[in-house]
């Protein structure tokens, strides 16, 4: 098994990597995730590293209602919880 990405403490976006929680079944390691909103959430090493995932998602959710403010249409793609 290769060596897992140490992500402990490193920043991604709104999320800070605590601690890893588990695997996922084709073997990414999974940690849990404090948000800058107070919120949190596990994401999978590859979605961090990849910049899929930024926030517990609140980012989601702010983006959406301050499109939804302005007129706005907001792409799918934002959507990353
Ligand atoms: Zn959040």
């Known amino acids: ?11 991604f976006g709104r999320l800070v990597a605590v601690a890893r929680v588990g695997t996922t079944p ?4 999974i940690w849990h995730c ?3 909103c107070g919120g949190f959430t596990r994401v999978s090493a590859r979605n961090l ?8 998602g609140c980012l989601y959710r702010e983006t959406r209602s301050t499109a939804a403010a302005k007129g706005w249409r907001v792409a799918a ?5």
């Open 26 to 29: 084709n073997r990414r390691a």
């Open 77 to 81: 793609s934002e959507w990353k919880p």
């Open 49 to 56: 590293a990849g910049g899929y995932t930024r926030s517990c």
């Open 34 to 36: 404090e948000c800058d």
């Open 1 to 11: 098994m290769p060596a897992a990405l140490d992500l402990k403490g490193k920043r």
